[in-house]
């Protein structure tokens, strides 16, 4: 009873008479309350951060992707072409891509009163009329470029771009020999003429080409100009400074008489060779010497050993190969421990070691009509394409550049300026071959011209992609971004007296070979002619290396 009593009249008593373990559990669950609270607070905190950095990222992208342009890159069209009305064209063309879109633009030359363009350029404004006109034009669209005056009329030119030591990208530049005393030289990139000199090369006098670009002399980082003249029957050099035009040193004259050619030789301990022909004969000038002479001053340029030895002091003359036959064209050759040269004579083809220059294999042929060009008819192996024969016909002879041996060959008709074959190397580590002919042997001022595609893969057909009346001046073919070719075509008149239409036009080769016509070479057709369009179709092509 006492306790009953005592709990009504204080109730609340045995609650702090209970466990202390009770309370101690208590207070452990209110400090865990208050945790996960803080780490929810946190939580909270990290996902805001979160979203704020998300927004930032859209918002910077959507900024990037919308509100800020991208920039302007022409779109490559299939086909375009350009048009003069009375102009006269040259057989002159350049590549190089100027305004960066990785697609190769072409620079030509043309003759004309005024520009057609919207540049507003007259020749008057260089004191020229009627004057030649320097352009360069987008591989893409064919849009003009740039586009200069550079001479009343143009005997020789050459474009190539200076490798440089050290500093910026190399310079590119096109140099330019006027018939009336000018040399000029123009920045590919821009059109800015880049100096421009009266020329000293005297009257009676025939520039030479190639102009060959040579290691700097002049001490100003850029690669320098070496030129060579015919004055009468004497051959003289001349050296530049592709920087300002300045000629560096006296003229040499070479001991050398009549119609010469020439290409400058790397031999494989790294000297300077020029190698000249004249009728028979070869004859050998270390850019070492050549330097001295002009300017009387030592350089840093070495001569090889062995053709110390093996070119005669007095004549400089090198000894005589195989053949004894008049030599024609002088060509260098990649071959396997560095460039072998080629001799094309008047009696045989003759390939020389490029160090000893001892003679690889020959190979009779008495009528090649130009100088040849590099190919791949089998995987991976260099082959050389002849033309050869004069008239009416010629034969089309795909040599392999090891051995010398034929393989393979096609009779063509001929044209009064055919333009030389070209090759354009394909991602099965072969090359397309692209030839001219006619189907009327007949000259007539409207005879068709047929451009004929090969490929070795299907070695007794041709592909017709395309056909003209025009007179054609210069072509060529191109690799083309996305592992594509085009063909570029210039046509005119040559004939100074007699101006006319003047086109540059280049096409997709792909787009021909949808509409072309398929050339059976024999009498055998094993494949459907629709099959076969669509293999050369599929046709990928590579830069060469």
């Known amino acids: 009873m006492d306790k009953e009593l005592e709990a009504e009249i204080h109730p609340l008593k045995h609650d702090d008479e209970k466990p202390r373990g009770n309370s101690e559990s208590r207070t452990e669950k209110d400090g865990s309350f208050k945790k996960a609270s803080h780490h929810s607070r946190f939580a909270q905190c990290r996902t805001v951060v979160f979203f704020f950095l998300l927004f930032t990222c859209l918002f910077v992208v ?100 200076h490798q440089t030591t050290k500093g910026p990208p190399p310079l590119s530049g096109c140099f330019i020999v006027g018939k009336y005393n000018s040399f000029l030289a123009v920045d590919s990139s821009t059109g800015e003429i880049l100096w421009k000199l009266p020329s000293s090369f005297g009257v009676n006098t025939s520039i030479l080409t190639p102009f060959l670009n040579i290691p700097d002399v002049t001490d100003d980082e850029v690669q320098d100009l070496l030129l060579f003249l015919k004055s009468g029957r004497e051959i003289k050099s001349y050296l530049f400074s592709s920087s300002t035009g300045e000629q560096v040193g006296f003229v040499s004259r070479l001991n050398l008489e009549g119609d010469v050619g020439y290409v400058m030789h790397v031999t494989n301990t790294g000297a300077y060779y020029i190698i000249f022909h004249s009728a028979s004969s070869l004859y050998g000038y270390s850019l070492k010497d050549l330097y001295e002479q002009m300017t009387g001053k030592k350089n840093k340029f070495e001569e090889d050993p062995y053709w110390k030895i093996m070119i005669d002091n007095a004549t400089h003359r090198i000894p005589p190969s195989h053949s004894w036959g008049t030599i024609r064209y002088l060509m260098k050759v990649p071959g396997s421990a560095g460039e072998d040269i080629l001799l094309v004579k008047s009696d045989a083809c003759e390939l020389l070691d490029g160090q000893t220059l001892i003679s690889k294999w020959t190979l009779n042929t008495s009528e090649v009509v130009r100088k040849p060009v590099l190919g791949y008819y089998k995987p991976g192996a260099l082959a050389i394409v002849l033309e050869n024969g004069t008239g009416e016909q010629r034969k089309i ?37 692209f030839f001219w002919s006619t189907t009327n042997q007949m000259e007539t001022v409207d005879l068709q011209k047929n451009l004929y595609m090969f490929h070795p893969t299907f070695p007794n057909i041709f592909l017709e992609l395309t056909n003209i009346t025009k007179n054609i001046v210069a072509f060529n073919v191109l690799f083309e971004q996305n592992h594509h070719a085009s063909y570029v075509l210039l046509t005119g008149p040559t004939n100074q007296e007699w101006p006319g239409p003047v086109s540059l036009s280049k096409q997709k080769v792909k787009e021909n070979v949808l509409t072309a016509q398929v050339i059976w070479l024999g009498p055998t057709r094993r494949e459907n002619e629709q099959t076969i369009k669509d293999r050369f179709y599929e046709l990928r092509y590579k830069r060469e290396a």
């Open 62 to 161: 959507f900024i990037i992707s919308f509100i800020i342009p991208c920039p302007d890159r022409p779109i490559s069209q299939k086909m375009w072409e350009i048009n003069y009305n009375t102009a006269v064209s040259y057989d002159f063309m350049a590549f190089k891509d100027i305004n960066e879109d990785t697609v190769q633009d072409i620079i030509f030359l043309y003759k004309d009163s005024n520009s057609s363009s919207s540049f507003n350029i007259s020749c008057a404004d260089e004191g020229f009329s009627p004057c030649v006109f320097l352009a360069a034009v987008s591989g893409a669209n064919g849009s003009l470029l740039w586009e200069k005056p550079v001479a009343q009329e143009v005997a020789n030119m050459e474009c190539f771009d």
């Open 397 to 433: 002879l795909i040599v392999d550049a090891a051995s010398g041996a034929i393989l393979w060959s096609y009779t063509l008709n001929s044209f009064a300026g055919t333009p030389k074959s070209a090759t354009v190397k394909t991602a099965d580590r072969r090359s397309a071959f």
